[in-house]
């Protein structure tokens, strides 16, 4: 059911995207002279063009307000084929990325990895003049104070580049960790049940507590005494010879 979920996403995604272009460069209503032009997908969506209220205004005045030229960018425009390309990247990666569950930071990071999108997206829209009515990147003089030709696309690409560089790094950060947790459990599969209850870098000292192996005495490293009360003991083997703690710092447990 999961798999049949996001290939019906993707044939929506793939859809809307090419239903959107085909409007804007080839056209979806031919004039009488054969010429193509484009359906301003608002009006269309309102209810207020039909087939008769097209064809009534151009018998009148010879164009109708619900067609525009080939190649006129509207935000409509812009929305549809973004939400179309999102959909099918998302149905991609969903059909064909590991089920690896992703950690907190990655998904933090993806989300402001979106938000820069988006906002990517409305200043390229802005600096083509897709946003207003002259076709012009609106000036972001009235803001600042002094006059910033594109300044508001140009501030608006900045903090989408910024937003996605910080979405980037933690998701890398994310990915770091989840791999490490992955490594670490793999690799704690293969411990036995003593080996389970100790930390990930467990000395020679403790593993031999947890298997208790302190109990038993080899018979070979028994510590043996002479008539000068000297004593040889064997090695610590918490230590390696060197003095601990367990050992009293002497290098020997007798």
């Known amino acids: 059911m999961g798999r049949t979920m996001h290939v019906a996403k993707l044939a929506v995604g793939l859809l809307l995207s090419v239903l959107t272009l085909w409007n804007l460069h080839i056209g979806f209503y031919q004039m009488g002279s054969g010429e193509m032009h484009k359906l301003v997908l608002t009006m269309v ?12 205004d151009i018998n009148a005045v010879g164009i109708s307000d619900c ?21 099918s990247w998302r149905a991609l990666r969903a059909l064909f990325a590991s089920n690896r569950r992703k950690s907190r930071a990655e998904r ?13 997206l409305v200043g390229i829209a802005d600096f083509f003049g897709m946003l207003t009515d002259n076709g012009q990147p609106m000036d972001a ?13 140009l501030i608006l690409l900045t903090i989408a580049l910024i937003i996605s560089l910080v979405g980037g790094s933690m998701r890398r950060r994310g990915q770091r960790s989840g791999s490490r947790a992955t ?10 049940p ?56 002497t290098g020997s447990l007798s």
Do not use: K
């Open 45 to 56: 969506f309102s209810g207020s063009c039909s087939e008769a209220t097209i064809r009534a």
């Open 67 to 87: 067609l525009q030229p080939l190649g006129t960018w509207e935000p409509i425009d812009a929305i549809l084929l973004t939400t179309g390309v999102l959909l």
């Open 108 to 120: 933090q990071g993806r989300n402001l990895q979106r938000i820069g999108l988006l906002i990517a």
């Open 141 to 153: 003089g009235e803001i600042l104070g002094f006059p910033f030709p594109n300044g508001v696309s």
């Open 183 to 192: 490594s670490d459990s793999g690799t704690r599969r293969f411990l036995g």
């Open 194 to 249: 003593a080996e389970r209850h100790l930390p990930g870098d467990f000395s020679v000292g403790q593993l031999r507590r947890a298997l208790m192996l302190d109990a038993f005495e080899d018979p070979f490293q028994v510590s043996t005494g002479d008539d000068w009360g000297g004593s040889l003991g064997r090695t610590c083997h918490y230590c390696n010879g060197e003095g601990c703690g367990q050992c009293g710092n």
